[in-house]
Structures are given as structure tokens and as C-alpha cells.
């Protein structure tokens, strides 16, 4: 049977269910193309799978967060600045001195800051690093991504379009649903073909958070075990630090900028709590978004 030959409804969940399959294809050769060699699990520098989980403004709240914790730095109202203890003010960590060195000049907003983190040295240096072990999409994956996007767009936005070009030549109009559709599947093409992370840094995140997977069930854990826990599993699960979420939520009306639709890069440096894997996860968000769609099966008439 022609599927262009279905009426509206009818065509609307055959197009719901070849979106799932076209997005599910989409994640699964997305996700063997980045497969590859594993390389040596680094478990000495936490700002590094701070970068890895979620950005470089990940990294700067954990190395923030723990300034705090080790009266470096002090919270003055919505403003952070040094501590009155000079002789704290110095670290061997780069990702800390850098930020020493910051909130030495003046008091600075958390969340101003953050505008600013993948432009820090060490959060170029972080991203570097990820980028050269395949961890984090560099070029060469950037550019394969775009062309699995494109291919994903083309196969549903075509069919798409053949189907509205039959609708038209049989004299209905009513293909406002496929076209609302067709905007978030593409969209979700997006999502599902582009994370931030690549196939192998997944892998590597979730194997450091088996590594440390203990740390959560710690009744006092040390300072180095809460930088640990911020870096692999996102500040927001450490429970101590909810200051610095509040910090870190600027006023509204200022958002710091997130991406939310990218051309194959994944998203640039997200800043987000916690995962921030997009849809690394498989393609069960397309089917929540297109299930949301596919209830309003009226249109596109057959």
C-alpha cells in the first residue's frame, strides 16, 4: 500500500512512527561512528570531568564551589570575592589560581562569570584535551554529524513534502499538523544527531561515575569527595551547594545563552546541572515530543 495514499490521520501516525525510526537510525549510526579506542581513564584532575559532564561552566561552579568550601573565596551577598585569609589565596590547580586571580582584581557575580568560562584558559585547555581524545566532537566528527543531519532532514522533511504536494493536488489544505510535525522531528534530528558529548565520552563519564560511584552514599564526605561528586554528576548533586545554584541563575531577562539547536557541534559548552548528555540517551525523547504531536491527527488530508 502507498502511504501517500493515507488519509490525514492515518498518514500522520504512519509519519509519527518513520520519524521514531528515522531518529532511532540516526542515534544508532551516529553512535557507531563514534565509537573507538578507550583511552586511559584519567582519575587525578576532577575539572576535567567537570568540562566533560557539562561544560566549562560545569567546571568553573565545582572550582568555585570548592574555593568556597576552602574559605578562598566568600560569598558577599550575590557577589563572590576573596576570603580575608591571604595566605589562602593561592593554588596549584590551574582551573583555581585562574580563578584566584579573577575575584583578586574585584568581587564578581557568579553567574557574569560564567558568560565568560569557555573563555578561561583552563576551560580552553579542558576543551582541548577532550576534543583530541575524541571525548568531545572535534572538526573532523562536527562535519560527519552534519552530514548524518542532513541526510535525517532530507528523508523526513521529503517525505513530507511529497505528502503535502499529494494533499494539494487532491484539493485539501488542512496539512497544518504535518508541517507543525515536520518542524519537530527536524528539530529533534538535531538533538538526537548532535550531542555535546561524543559515543566515547560517554563511555568514559559513565565509567568514572562507576569508578566513584560510592561517593554519593557518604555520609560526611571530604572536600576532594564533594568536588568529585559536582564534577561527575553536576553541582546540583551535592546538596551543600545549593547556594551556588542560586548564584549561578541570573536575573531574568539575562540569560547566559544556551544552545539549544546546533549544526552538528552539540550544543557549543553547556552550562546546565547535572547530565548534560542531550540525546546520547537513545531516541525515547523523540518519541515524547512526536507523541505529543501525533494526538492532534487531523490534518494532511488523504
Known amino acids: 500500500m502507498n502511504p501517500f495514499d493515507l488519509r490525514?490521520?492515518?498518514?500522520?501516525?504512519?509519519?509519527?512512527?518513520?520519524?521514531?525510526?528515522?531518529?532511532?537510525?540516526?542515534h544508532l549510526w551516529r553512535r557507531a561512528a563514534e565509537a573507538g579506542p578507550f583511552p586511559p581513564q584519567d582519575v587525578t584532575d576532577p575539572y576535567l570531568y567537570a568540562c566533560l559532564q557539562g561544560g566549562s561552566r560545569e567546571a568553573i561552579?565545582?572550582?568555585?564551589?570548592?574555593?568556597?568550601?576552602?574559605?578562598?573565596?566568600?560569598?558577599?551577598?550575590?557577589?563572590?570575592?576573596?576570603s580575608d585569609n591571604p595566605a589562602l589565596h593561592t593554588s596549584s590547580v590551574a582551573m583555581e589560581q585562574d580563578l584566584l586571580?579573577?575575584?583578586?582584581?574585584?568581587?564578581?557575580?557568579?553567574?557574569?562569570?560564567?558568560?565568560?568560562?569557555?573563555?578561561?584558559?583552563?576551560?580552553?585547555?579542558?576543551?582541548?584535551?577532550?576534543?583530541?581524545?575524541?571525548?568531545?566532537?572535534?572538526?573532523?566528527?562536527?562535519?560527519?554529524?552534519?552530514?548524518?543531519?542532513?541526510?535525517?532532514?532530507?528523508?523526513?522533511?521529503?517525505?513530507?513534502?511529497?505528502?503535502?504536494c499529494v494533499a494539494l493536488a487532491r484539493g485539501h489544505?488542512?496539512?497544518?499538523?504535518?508541517?507543525?510535525?515536520?518542524?519537530?522531528?527536524?528539530v529533534l534530528a538535531f538533538k538526537v544527531g548532535a550531542p555535546r558529548r561524543t559515543q566515547l565520552g560517554d563511555a568514559y563519564l559513565d565509567n568514572a561515575r562507576a569508578l566513584?560511584?560510592?561517593?554519593?552514599?557518604?555520609?560526611?564526605?571530604?572536600d576532594a569527595d564533594l568536588l568529585w561528586m559536582a564534577a561527575l554528576f553536576g553541582i546540583a548533586a551535592v546538596p551543600s551547594a545549593y547556594y551556588l545554584r542560586e548564584l549561578a541563575r541570573p536575573p531574568a531577562g539575562q540569560g547566559i545563552g544556551y544552545d539549544w539547536l546546533?549544526?552538528?557541534?552539540?550544543?557549543?559548552?553547556?552550562g546546565g546541572g547535572g547530565d548534560s548528555s542531550g540525546c546520547s540517551g537513545g531516541c525515547g525523547g523523540g518519541g515524547g515530543c512526536g507523541g505529543g504531536c501525533g494526538g492532534g491527527c487531523g490534518g494532511c488530508g488523504g
Open 8 to 26: 490525514g490521520p492515518e498518514f500522520l501516525v504512519f509519519y509519527l512512527l518513520f520519524t521514531l525510526l528515522t531518529l532511532l537510525a540516526l
Open 61 to 82: 561552579k565545582a572550582a568555585v564551589m570548592t574555593l568556597i568550601d576552602r574559605n578562598a573565596l566568600a560569598v558577599d551577598d550575590i557577589r563572590i570575592k576573596l
Open 101 to 164: 586571580n579573577h575575584f583578586a582584581i574585584s568581587p564578581d557575580k557568579l553567574y557574569e562569570l560564567l558568560k565568560e568560562a569557555e573563555y578561561r584558559n583552563p576551560c580552553i585547555q579542558y576543551q582541548a584535551r577532550l576534543r583530541e581524545q575524541k571525548l568531545l566532537p572535534d572538526d573532523a566528527i562536527i562535519e560527519a554529524r552534519r552530514w548524518r543531519i542532513a541526510a535525517a532532514i532530507l528523508v523526513l522533511a521529503g517525505v513530507a513534502i511529497i505528502k503535502i
Open 173 to 186: 489544505t488542512n496539512i497544518g499538523f504535518l508541517v507543525l510535525l515536520t518542524i519537530i522531528a527536524i
Open 212 to 222: 566513584f560511584s560510592g561517593l554519593r552514599e557518604k555520609v560526611n564526605p571530604a
Open 262 to 270: 546546533d549544526w552538528g557541534g552539540g550544543g557549543g559548552d553547556s
